[in-house]
C-alpha cells in the first residue's frame, strides 16, 4: 500500500480571515448609560467663547437639568470643569441634561398638535384659492401633476 503523506494538524497554518477596518471620525460626543425614565440631550451654553444665556434659560423653563457628572463618571471629558457647570459634564460647549420621559412625550404631543393645526391651516389656504376651471387639486385624479 502507498502512503499517503500527511501534515499534522499543529504545523498546518490557517489563514485568519481579517474584517476589513474602516475609518470614521472620532464622534464630538461621547456614549453613555442612558437610565431608564429619562430622556438626555446636549445643549448649548456657549457659542464661539461667548456664553448663550438665552439658550440655556429656555431649556431650563421646558424642564431640562444638567446631569451631574457623579451620575455618568464612565463620561470622561478630558477637561477640568470650570465656571457655572463645574459639577456638572460640558463639552466643547454643550452641556448634558436629562428631563423626565414623561414631560418630553407631553411636549412632543404639544409639538405634533401645533404642527397638525398649521398644516390643516396652509391646506385650506391653499384649496381655497382653487377654481373650478382649473383644479389644484382633483380627488382619486391620476392625471395630478400632469399636462
Same mark, same amino acid.
Given at each position: 500500500?502507498? !502512503? ?6 499543529? /504545523?498546518e497554518?490557517? =489563514?485568519? &480571515? ?5 475609518? $470614521? *471620525? ?32 429656555? !431649556? ?6 444638567? /446631569?451631574?457628572?457623579? =451620575?455618568? &463618571?464612565?463620561?470622561?471629558?478630558g477637561? $477640568? *470643569? ?11 460647549g ?41 383644479? $389644484? ?11
Amino acid at each position: 500500500m502507498d !502512503k499517503v503523506k500527511r501534515t499534522d494538524r499543529e /504545523v498546518e497554518v490557517r =489563514e485568519d &480571515p481579517k474584517k476589513e477596518r474602516v475609518w $470614521k *471620525p472620532a464622534a464630538l460626543l461621547p456614549e453613555f448609560t442612558q437610565k431608564p425614565g429619562w430622556v438626555y440631550r446636549w445643549v448649548r451654553v456657549s457659542l464661539l467663547n461667548e456664553p448663550d444665556n438665552m439658550n440655556v434659560s429656555s !431649556k431650563m423653563r421646558e424642564g431640562w437639568e444638567p /446631569v451631574l457628572h457623579s =451620575e455618568h &463618571p464612565e463620561l470622561i471629558t478630558g477637561n $477640568k *470643569p470650570q465656571g457655572q457647570y463645574k459639577n456638572n459634564i460640558e463639552i466643547g460647549g454643550l452641556l448634558l441634561c436629562k428631563a423626565p420621559k414623561e414631560l418630553m412625550e407631553q411636549r412632543q404631543a404639544y409639538i405634533d398638535n401645533k404642527t397638525k393645526s398649521q398644516t390643516e391651516a396652509v391646506d385650506a389656504a391653499y384649496l381655497n384659492q382653487n377654481d373650478p376651471r382649473m383644479p $389644484k387639486f382633483a380627488e382619486g385624479s391620476e392625471k395630478f401633476g400632469r399636462g
